[in-house]
Protein backbone atom coordinates (compact mmCIF):
# COMPACT_ATOMS: atom_id res chain seq x y z
CA UNK A 1 0.00 0.00 0.00
CA UNK A 2 1.25 3.54 -1.09
CA UNK A 3 2.30 5.57 1.94
CA UNK A 4 1.64 9.29 2.56
CA UNK A 5 2.68 12.20 4.05
CA UNK A 6 0.41 14.43 6.11
CA UNK A 7 -2.26 16.54 3.96
CA UNK A 8 -0.92 20.25 4.03
CA UNK A 9 -3.97 22.14 3.01
CA UNK A 10 -3.08 25.14 1.13
CA UNK A 11 -5.81 28.14 1.74
CA UNK A 12 -4.78 31.24 0.96
CA UNK A 13 -6.47 34.37 -0.98
CA UNK A 14 -6.80 34.28 -4.32
CA UNK A 15 -6.23 36.92 -6.55
CA UNK A 16 -8.85 38.68 -8.13
CA UNK A 17 -10.39 38.18 -11.87
CA UNK A 18 -8.60 40.83 -14.54
CA UNK A 19 -10.68 43.27 -15.93
CA UNK A 20 -12.06 42.59 -19.76
CA UNK A 21 -10.67 44.47 -22.66
CA UNK A 22 -12.23 45.77 -25.69
CA UNK A 23 -10.89 44.62 -29.23
CA UNK A 24 -9.84 48.27 -29.50
CA UNK A 25 -7.46 47.91 -26.16
CA UNK A 26 -6.57 44.05 -27.24
CA UNK A 27 -5.22 45.82 -30.68
CA UNK A 28 -3.13 48.35 -29.40
CA UNK A 29 -1.61 45.86 -26.85
CA UNK A 30 -0.41 43.82 -29.03
CA UNK A 31 1.03 46.56 -31.31
CA UNK A 32 2.90 47.83 -28.51
CA UNK A 33 4.27 44.53 -27.30
CA UNK A 34 5.30 43.17 -30.62
CA UNK A 35 7.28 46.39 -30.81
CA UNK A 36 8.98 46.35 -27.34
CA UNK A 37 9.59 42.62 -27.83
CA UNK A 38 11.82 43.42 -31.27
CA UNK A 39 13.37 46.60 -29.37
CA UNK A 40 14.72 44.36 -26.27
CA UNK A 41 15.52 41.15 -28.77
CA UNK A 42 12.88 39.51 -26.34
CA UNK A 43 10.50 36.51 -26.79
CA UNK A 44 7.72 35.65 -25.38
CA UNK A 45 6.98 32.24 -24.23
CA UNK A 46 3.42 31.04 -22.90
CA UNK A 47 1.43 28.38 -20.74
CA UNK A 48 -1.38 26.72 -22.28
CA UNK A 49 -3.34 27.59 -19.37
CA UNK A 50 -2.60 31.17 -19.48
CA UNK A 51 -6.01 33.29 -21.22
CA UNK A 52 -6.07 33.24 -25.17
CA UNK A 53 -5.19 36.40 -25.75
CA UNK A 54 -1.75 35.77 -24.02
CA UNK A 55 -1.14 32.36 -25.81
CA UNK A 56 -2.09 34.38 -29.21
CA UNK A 57 0.16 37.25 -28.54
CA UNK A 58 3.05 34.18 -27.88
CA UNK A 59 2.08 33.01 -31.27
CA UNK A 60 1.69 36.27 -33.47
CA UNK A 61 5.26 37.88 -32.23
CA UNK A 62 7.08 34.69 -32.75
CA UNK A 63 6.86 33.36 -28.87
CA UNK A 64 5.82 29.97 -28.45
CA UNK A 65 2.53 28.22 -26.15
CA UNK A 66 3.31 25.01 -24.39
CA UNK A 67 3.46 22.78 -20.94
CA UNK A 68 6.60 23.78 -18.37
CA UNK A 69 9.06 21.50 -19.89
CA UNK A 70 8.00 22.74 -23.02
CA UNK A 71 8.67 26.49 -22.36
CA UNK A 72 12.23 26.07 -20.99
CA UNK A 73 13.50 24.35 -23.64
CA UNK A 74 12.31 26.64 -25.93
CA UNK A 75 13.21 29.65 -24.28
CA UNK A 76 16.90 27.54 -23.69
CA UNK A 77 17.21 26.92 -27.63
CA UNK A 78 16.04 30.44 -28.80
CA UNK A 79 17.97 33.71 -29.46
CA UNK A 80 16.67 35.97 -27.53
CA UNK A 81 18.32 37.75 -24.74
CA UNK A 82 15.31 37.80 -22.54
CA UNK A 83 12.91 35.83 -21.75
CA UNK A 84 9.02 36.83 -21.18
CA UNK A 85 7.32 33.91 -19.64
CA UNK A 86 3.69 34.20 -18.96
CA UNK A 87 2.49 31.75 -16.28
CA UNK A 88 3.14 30.87 -12.91
CA UNK A 89 6.53 32.16 -10.77
CA UNK A 90 8.01 27.96 -10.59
CA UNK A 91 8.02 28.16 -14.46
CA UNK A 92 10.70 31.27 -14.60
CA UNK A 93 12.58 29.75 -12.13
CA UNK A 94 13.03 26.66 -14.19
CA UNK A 95 13.61 28.79 -17.33
CA UNK A 96 16.14 30.65 -15.62
CA UNK A 97 17.93 27.15 -14.48
CA UNK A 98 18.45 26.59 -18.13
CA UNK A 99 19.58 29.94 -19.37
CA UNK A 100 21.30 31.45 -16.65
CA UNK A 101 22.70 33.18 -18.93
CA UNK A 102 19.56 35.23 -20.43
CA UNK A 103 17.92 37.62 -18.35
CA UNK A 104 13.96 36.23 -17.32
CA UNK A 105 10.87 38.52 -16.55
CA UNK A 106 7.79 37.54 -15.74
CA UNK A 107 4.24 39.93 -16.00
CA UNK A 108 4.09 39.52 -12.22
CA UNK A 109 5.82 37.26 -10.16
CA UNK A 110 2.78 36.82 -7.47
CA UNK A 111 1.65 34.74 -9.94
CA UNK A 112 2.33 31.00 -8.21
CA UNK A 113 0.63 27.81 -7.45
CA UNK A 114 -1.07 25.77 -5.56
CA UNK A 115 1.36 22.65 -5.61
CA UNK A 116 4.33 25.00 -4.79
CA UNK A 117 2.59 26.67 -2.50
CA UNK A 118 1.83 23.44 -0.36
CA UNK A 119 5.52 21.98 -0.74
CA UNK A 120 7.40 24.45 1.48
CA UNK A 121 10.88 23.21 1.00
CA UNK A 122 12.08 22.88 4.51
CA UNK A 123 9.39 20.60 4.92
CA UNK A 124 9.67 18.46 2.16
CA UNK A 125 13.26 18.44 2.95
CA UNK A 126 12.53 17.30 6.43
CA UNK A 127 10.27 14.89 5.25
CA UNK A 128 12.90 13.18 2.59
CA UNK A 129 15.27 13.00 5.82
CA UNK A 130 12.99 10.61 7.11
CA UNK A 131 13.75 8.40 4.33
CA UNK A 132 17.27 8.50 3.38
CA UNK A 133 17.27 5.30 1.99
CA UNK A 134 14.31 6.51 -1.15
CA UNK A 135 14.78 8.02 -4.28
CA UNK A 136 12.78 11.73 -4.25
CA UNK A 137 11.19 12.42 -7.11
CA UNK A 138 9.35 16.05 -7.93
CA UNK A 139 6.48 17.32 -10.39
CA UNK A 140 7.93 20.15 -12.40
CA UNK A 141 5.11 22.41 -10.37
CA UNK A 142 7.56 22.80 -7.61
CA UNK A 143 9.95 25.80 -6.48
CA UNK A 144 13.65 25.79 -7.50
CA UNK A 145 14.36 25.02 -3.85
CA UNK A 146 11.98 21.72 -3.62
CA UNK A 147 13.69 20.65 -7.32
CA UNK A 148 17.57 21.38 -5.00
CA UNK A 149 16.61 18.64 -3.03
CA UNK A 150 15.48 16.08 -5.37
CA UNK A 151 17.18 13.10 -7.67
CA UNK A 152 14.89 13.63 -10.49
CA UNK A 153 12.24 16.44 -12.32
CA UNK A 154 9.54 15.31 -14.26
CA UNK A 155 6.47 16.61 -15.96
CA UNK A 156 2.99 14.70 -16.29
CA UNK A 157 3.90 13.78 -19.87
CA UNK A 158 7.11 11.58 -18.69
CA UNK A 159 6.30 10.41 -14.80
CA UNK A 160 4.70 6.96 -15.76
CA UNK A 161 7.68 6.60 -18.13
CA UNK A 162 10.28 7.58 -15.29
CA UNK A 163 9.10 5.80 -12.43
CA UNK A 164 8.68 2.49 -14.36
CA UNK A 165 12.57 3.14 -15.25
CA UNK A 166 13.35 3.69 -11.82
CA UNK A 167 11.01 1.15 -10.11
CA UNK A 168 12.92 -1.70 -12.90
CA UNK A 169 15.67 -0.68 -11.07
CA UNK A 170 14.56 -1.55 -7.98
CA UNK A 171 14.54 2.04 -6.15
CA UNK A 172 11.70 3.30 -3.77
CA UNK A 173 10.55 6.84 -4.39
CA UNK A 174 9.25 9.66 -2.88
CA UNK A 175 7.00 11.42 -4.90
CA UNK A 176 5.99 15.17 -4.36
CA UNK A 177 3.83 17.28 -4.68
CA UNK A 178 0.66 16.51 -6.45
CA UNK A 179 -1.37 13.61 -4.41
CA UNK A 180 -3.30 12.70 -7.43
CA UNK A 181 -1.13 12.51 -9.99
CA UNK A 182 1.29 10.62 -7.33
CA UNK A 183 -1.61 8.16 -7.02
CA UNK A 184 -2.14 7.51 -10.45
CA UNK A 185 1.81 6.49 -11.97
CA UNK A 186 1.68 4.66 -8.27
CA UNK A 187 -1.65 2.59 -10.08
CA UNK A 188 -0.22 2.70 -13.64
CA UNK A 189 3.22 1.42 -12.30
CA UNK A 190 3.21 -0.98 -9.07
CA UNK A 191 6.17 1.18 -7.82
CA UNK A 192 6.84 1.77 -4.13
CA UNK A 193 6.13 5.22 -3.59
CA UNK A 194 5.70 7.85 -0.25
CA UNK A 195 3.57 10.26 -1.27
CA UNK A 196 3.34 14.46 -0.61
CA UNK A 197 0.30 15.29 0.21
CA UNK A 198 -0.40 18.59 -2.29
CA UNK A 199 -2.62 19.40 -4.86
CA UNK A 200 -3.73 21.22 -7.41
CA UNK A 201 -6.63 23.29 -6.89
CA UNK A 202 -8.14 23.71 -10.15
CA UNK A 203 -7.87 20.26 -10.97
CA UNK A 204 -8.43 18.69 -7.33
CA UNK A 205 -12.58 20.41 -8.55
CA UNK A 206 -13.60 17.97 -11.01
CA UNK A 207 -15.99 16.08 -9.23
CA UNK A 208 -17.09 12.41 -9.86
CA UNK A 209 -20.75 12.68 -9.60
CA UNK A 210 -20.94 15.58 -11.92
CA UNK A 211 -18.97 14.49 -13.66
CA UNK A 212 -20.80 11.16 -14.31
CA UNK A 213 -23.99 13.57 -14.62
CA UNK A 214 -22.11 15.33 -17.78
CA UNK A 215 -21.24 12.52 -19.55
CA UNK A 216 -24.82 11.09 -19.34
CA UNK A 217 -26.03 14.17 -21.12
CA UNK A 218 -23.08 13.80 -23.46
CA UNK A 219 -22.86 10.00 -24.33
CA UNK A 220 -21.29 10.67 -27.25
CA UNK A 221 -18.24 12.80 -26.03
CA UNK A 222 -15.07 11.20 -24.87
CA UNK A 223 -13.87 12.18 -21.23
CA UNK A 224 -10.11 13.85 -21.38
CA UNK A 225 -8.63 13.99 -17.88
CA UNK A 226 -5.50 15.37 -16.57
CA UNK A 227 -4.08 12.61 -13.99
CA UNK A 228 -3.49 15.49 -11.52
CA UNK A 229 -7.54 15.17 -11.03
CA UNK A 230 -9.09 12.93 -8.43
CA UNK A 231 -8.70 9.05 -8.84
CA UNK A 232 -12.76 8.98 -9.10
CA UNK A 233 -12.90 11.23 -12.20
CA UNK A 234 -9.43 9.75 -13.63
CA UNK A 235 -11.67 6.81 -13.61
CA UNK A 236 -14.39 7.91 -15.85
CA UNK A 237 -11.65 9.38 -18.56
CA UNK A 238 -11.53 7.73 -21.85
CA UNK A 239 -8.07 9.54 -22.26
CA UNK A 240 -5.80 10.03 -19.15
CA UNK A 241 -2.67 12.78 -20.13
CA UNK A 242 -0.65 16.21 -19.82
CA UNK A 243 -1.65 18.93 -21.50
CA UNK A 244 -0.24 18.24 -24.48
CA UNK A 245 -0.99 14.93 -24.78
CA UNK A 246 -4.46 15.96 -24.15
CA UNK A 247 -4.60 18.51 -26.95
CA UNK A 248 -3.30 15.53 -29.06
CA UNK A 249 -5.88 13.31 -28.22
CA UNK A 250 -8.53 15.80 -29.23
CA UNK A 251 -7.42 15.89 -32.52
CA UNK A 252 -7.07 12.43 -32.55
CA UNK A 253 -10.18 11.17 -31.27
CA UNK A 254 -13.45 9.82 -33.31
CA UNK A 255 -15.75 11.64 -31.03
CA UNK A 256 -16.85 14.94 -32.11
CA UNK A 257 -17.87 16.36 -28.42
CA UNK A 258 -14.93 16.36 -25.69
CA UNK A 259 -15.33 16.58 -22.62
CA UNK A 260 -11.98 18.35 -20.59
CA UNK A 261 -11.25 17.72 -17.27
CA UNK A 262 -8.28 20.15 -16.86
CA UNK A 263 -7.89 24.16 -16.98
CA UNK A 264 -10.01 25.31 -19.54
CA UNK A 265 -7.26 27.91 -20.68
CA UNK A 266 -6.31 24.80 -22.91
CA UNK A 267 -9.18 25.35 -25.19
CA UNK A 268 -7.48 27.71 -27.05
CA UNK A 269 -4.91 25.23 -28.36
CA UNK A 270 -7.35 22.48 -28.19
CA UNK A 271 -9.67 24.36 -30.75
CA UNK A 272 -6.69 25.18 -32.82
CA UNK A 273 -5.91 21.71 -33.16
CA UNK A 274 -9.19 20.34 -33.97
CA UNK A 275 -11.84 23.28 -34.83
CA UNK A 276 -14.31 20.94 -36.02
CA UNK A 277 -14.80 19.28 -32.40
CA UNK A 278 -17.29 20.68 -29.55
CA UNK A 279 -15.40 21.12 -26.08
CA UNK A 280 -16.75 20.90 -22.97
CA UNK A 281 -15.47 21.74 -20.12
CA UNK A 282 -16.05 19.22 -16.96
CA UNK A 283 -17.74 20.32 -13.65
CA UNK A 284 -16.11 21.26 -10.52
CA UNK A 285 -19.23 21.96 -8.70
CA UNK A 286 -22.61 20.25 -8.16
CA UNK A 287 -25.41 19.34 -5.79
CA UNK A 288 -24.17 22.70 -3.76
CA UNK A 289 -21.17 22.32 -4.27
CA UNK A 290 -18.90 25.42 -4.77
CA UNK A 291 -15.31 25.96 -6.80
CA UNK A 292 -12.52 28.45 -6.08
CA UNK A 293 -11.12 27.94 -9.25
CA UNK A 294 -14.25 27.14 -11.97
CA UNK A 295 -11.70 25.63 -14.18
CA UNK A 296 -8.91 28.04 -14.28
CA UNK A 297 -6.12 28.78 -12.60
CA UNK A 298 -6.53 32.58 -10.58
CA UNK A 299 -2.74 32.72 -10.47
CA UNK A 300 -2.30 32.04 -14.67
CA UNK A 301 -5.11 34.56 -15.28
CA UNK A 302 -2.83 37.33 -13.20
CA UNK A 303 -0.67 37.47 -16.55
CA UNK A 304 -2.58 40.50 -18.65
CA UNK A 305 -1.98 42.34 -21.40
CA UNK A 306 -1.49 45.59 -19.11
CA UNK A 307 1.51 43.65 -17.23
CA UNK A 308 3.02 42.28 -20.40
CA UNK A 309 2.96 45.80 -22.07
CA UNK A 310 5.23 47.07 -19.01
CA UNK A 311 7.42 44.14 -18.20
CA UNK A 312 10.58 45.84 -19.24
CA UNK A 313 9.87 48.90 -16.71
CA UNK A 314 9.67 47.54 -13.59
CA UNK A 315 12.23 46.41 -11.68
CA UNK A 316 10.04 43.93 -9.43
CA UNK A 317 9.64 40.97 -11.90
CA UNK A 318 12.83 39.66 -13.19
CA UNK A 319 13.76 35.92 -11.49
CA UNK A 320 16.73 36.02 -9.97
CA UNK A 321 18.01 31.99 -8.42
CA UNK A 322 21.01 31.77 -6.25
CA UNK A 323 23.70 30.35 -8.19
CA UNK A 324 24.48 27.12 -5.83
CA UNK A 325 20.38 26.37 -5.54
CA UNK A 326 20.28 26.55 -9.56
CA UNK A 327 23.55 24.49 -9.94
CA UNK A 328 21.48 21.89 -7.80
CA UNK A 329 18.35 21.91 -9.23
CA UNK A 330 19.80 21.51 -12.50
CA UNK A 331 21.21 18.10 -11.56
CA UNK A 332 17.51 16.94 -11.84
CA UNK A 333 16.57 18.95 -14.34
CA UNK A 334 18.91 17.66 -16.73
CA UNK A 335 18.07 14.16 -16.03
CA UNK A 336 14.51 15.35 -17.00
CA UNK A 337 15.57 17.00 -20.32
CA UNK A 338 17.90 14.10 -21.22
CA UNK A 339 15.04 11.23 -21.01
CA UNK A 340 12.87 13.03 -22.98
CA UNK A 341 15.57 13.23 -25.63
CA UNK A 342 16.40 9.26 -25.15
Known amino acids: MTQAAPLIDVDVPLPLPPKTLSKAEKDAYFEQISALLTKHN ?3 IAHYYTDPEI ?39 TAKILSPEKRVLMPTLEATCSLDLGCPADQFEAFCNQHPDRTVVV ?29 KKGEKLIWGPDRHLGRYIQNKTGADMILWQGHCIVHDEFKFKALEQTKALHPDAAVLVHPESPESVINLADVVGSTSQLIKATQTLPQKKVIVATDKGIFYKMQQAAP ?31 NVSTVFDRNDNEIFVDADLAQAALKPLTKMVEFTSR
Open 276 to 306: DKELIIAPTAGEGATCRSCAHCPWMKMNVLE
Open 139 to 167: YANTSAAVKAKADWVITSSIAVDVVEYLD
Open 42 to 44: AVL
Open 55 to 93: QALAEETGGFVGDSLEMAKFGARHPADTLIIAGVRFMGE
